[in-house]
């Protein structure tokens, strides 16, 4: 941790770069963010191991990464993102489906721990001579880059690096803390417990357009740490089409994504039947068998509504027949957000933003919890279905650059599926730093 404060007091906040600006060979970013959160007493009946607890709670996580960008040759970069995590989530990350802090994927160890974030290299290839500018950022190296052109990247990363993107709505140190709402909730996205994976990901990049394929290694049990090194029967595949629009400065975007993973996995109708037949709790782990499917859609909007507004939105669905096993536990979801920026208040690095993120799942998944069935994080003993609603606001203020403080307040109602238990309330007070070097 030393030597993180030492490397950050050490360089300067990045700064954009002129559109006639060379490639840069390197850059070096550098974050920290820490989220503290507290729920109350809420009504509860009855709970069950994966329960949220009805005692009042107060937990904190912390993140520091570094990223770091290398440029092989005019069109290769490698990136290279240690990373160092700890703190504790609520019940131990359990009782949410849409779980309230991003920054804690299902890890609950209060020890920080370091760990590799993403290795990986990507390689452009152009057609045509026409060339745009990107700014040098996080995982990204600045410099011109062809507008049309087909991207290699093979490595260590996350999906959401390059899937289900969206303006408003897509980072938990800065934006919306919540699962279902950073990303696609209904999106069981190949990953480990920390929220990465190997694989590869080819994008062919138009004007207008871009189309996405990625494949990436499942994990070898739901949650697991480990991955399944069976990638021709067990894997994650994920397309996505992106088209960008704009009406004068009014700008929008529309992705679809499409995902089918195999996995060791099990199905919640022959758990129910198998405890039937045995006159047990069903087990969703006792049915678990290599290449199960599971599928999904997902929409992504934003559109801006004048330069300091936006608004967006997400749709998904998945089969509901497979055990939730990568990502979390929704089937179905919809979420409707607004964001502005305050240029008005004469405070243009602020923002504040809500939305509102209703989350479902399938008929046969809800009487899998409601006959005492667990997934691997939510599970009450039973169920008296309800879809699980989260309303979330944020006010997110620069202090001075790089340093940012903000106040996010979510309300759940019938967590983790369940009419019996809640409402939730859960203030949350984040601070976050970010500095570059290039």
């Known amino acids: ?23 840069e060979r390197w850059n070096l970013f550098y974050q ?14 009855y709970s069950g191991k994966f329960s949220l607890q009805n005692y009042p709670e107060r937990d904190v996580s912390l993140t520091t990464t570094l990223f770091l960008g290398l440029r ?44 590799l974030a993403r290795l990986y290299l990507s390689h452009d290839f152009a057609f045509g001579s026409e060339k745009e500018t990107v700014e040098s950022d996080q995982n990204q190296l600045p410099g011109p880059r ?26 938990p140190r800065t934006q919306f803390l919540g699962w279902g ?17 190997w694989g590869w990901v080819h994008e062919l990049h138009l004007r207008n357009w871009s189309f996405r394929y990625a494949s990436a290694a499942m994990p070898r049990e739901a949650n697991g740490l480990r991955f399944d090194r069976r990638l021709l029967r067990n894997r994650g595949d994920v397309y996505e089409g992106e088209y960008r629009y704009a009406t004068g400065d009014r700008a929008g975007t529309l992705r679809l994504l499409h995902f089918r993973n195999h996995a060791n996995a099990g199905t919640y109708a022959d758990s129910i039947n198998l405890a039937a037949a045995t006159h047990t709790t069903p087990d ?12 999904g859609f997902g929409l992504n909007v934003e559109q801006s509504i004048t330069k300091d507004v936006g608004v967006f939105g997400r749709l998904g669905w998945n089969d509901g027949k497979t055990e939730s096993f990568a990502f979390t536990a929704i089937d179905r979801l919809a979420t409707l957000g607004i964001s502005v920026t305050g240029t008005r208040w004469h405070r243009p690095f602020d923002t504040a933003a809500t939305e509102f993120t209703a989350s479902g799942i399938s008929r046969v998944h809800s009487t899998y919890l409601a006959n005492g069935g667990y997934d691997f994080l939510i599970g009450d003993g039973h169920l008296r279905y309800g879809p699980e609603c989260i309303s979330e606001s944020y006010y997110n203020a620069r202090l001075f650059p790089g340093f940012f403080a903000t106040f996010d307040l979510q309300h759940v109602s019938n967590p983790a599926y369940n009419r019996d238990r809640g409402p939730v309330w859960i203030p949350s007070v984040r601070l976050h730093m970010e500095f570059g070097k290039h």
């Open 32 to 45: 920290a963010t820490s989220v503290g959160q507290y729920h109350g007493t809420f009504r509860s009946p």
């Open 72 to 115: 092989l040759d005019k069109n290769t970069a490698l990136y290279f993102d240690p990373e160092i995590a700890g703190g504790r989530g609520f019940s131990g990350v359990n009782g949410l489906a849409n779980s309230s802090n991003g920054e804690l994927p299902r890890v609950a160890s209060a020890t920080p721990k370091p760990y």
């Open 284 to 295: 969703i782990t006792a049915t678990r068998r290599n290449g199960t499917l599971k599928y």
């Open 1 to 23: 941790m030393v030597c993180l404060w030492l490397l950050f007091l050490s360089v300067a906040p990045a700064t954009a770069q002129d559109d006639t600006a060379a490639p």
């Open 146 to 171: 062809p507008v049309k052109r087909y991207t290699v990247t093979a490595g260590r990363f996350t999906l959401t690096d390059f899937f289900d993107n969206n303006r408003y709505s897509h980072d």
């Open 181 to 197: 709402v950073m990303f696609n909730g209904a999106w069981d996205y190949p990953a480990d417990v920390r929220g990465y994976t």
